[in-house]
């Protein structure tokens, strides 16, 4: 049973950056699609970015509201997955989670990933 974990949340000015890792606590997801989802106050959760790796090669898939601020990123030899967001907006506002689909292909759907981390809170002041 694969346990995620997040942490690097915090609090930052506009214009700020913030690097959110999340790291397997138990089994690995070398192999799996990964992604980082978030969810503000009242809204629902939306997917921000995806990699999985295919013959060598790292496909990233980013939300637009975030192309060009974020760069997620894998690490498999220490089993994390990063996500180095910049020019951090008050709308980037949310609880930030990592989550890996049982698959190794996957997009930016909700339903595709069975594993949940518990979330770590971005707050970005104006």
């Known amino acids: 049973q694969v346990q995620l974990v997040e942490s690097g949340g915090g609090s930052v000015q506009a214009g700020g950056s913030l690097r959110l890792s999340c790291v397997s606590s138990r089994g690995t997801v070398n192999g799996n699609c990964l992604g980082w989802f978030r969810q503000a106050p009242g809204k629902e959760r939306e997917g921000v970015a995806r990699?999985?790796?295919?013959?060598?090669?790292?496909?990233?898939l980013y939300v637009d509201s975030v192309k060009g601020r974020a760069t997620i990123s894998q690490d498999n030899a220490e089993n994390m997955v990063y996500l180095q967001m910049n020019s951090l907006k008050p709308e980037d506002t949310a609880m930030y989670y990592c989550a890996a689909s049982p698959t190794a292909w996957c997009g930016l759907q909700i339903r595709e990933y069975k594993y949940w981390g518990q979330g770590t809170q971005v707050t970005v002041d104006s």
């Open positions: 990699i999985y790796n295919f013959a060598g090669t790292a496909y990233t």
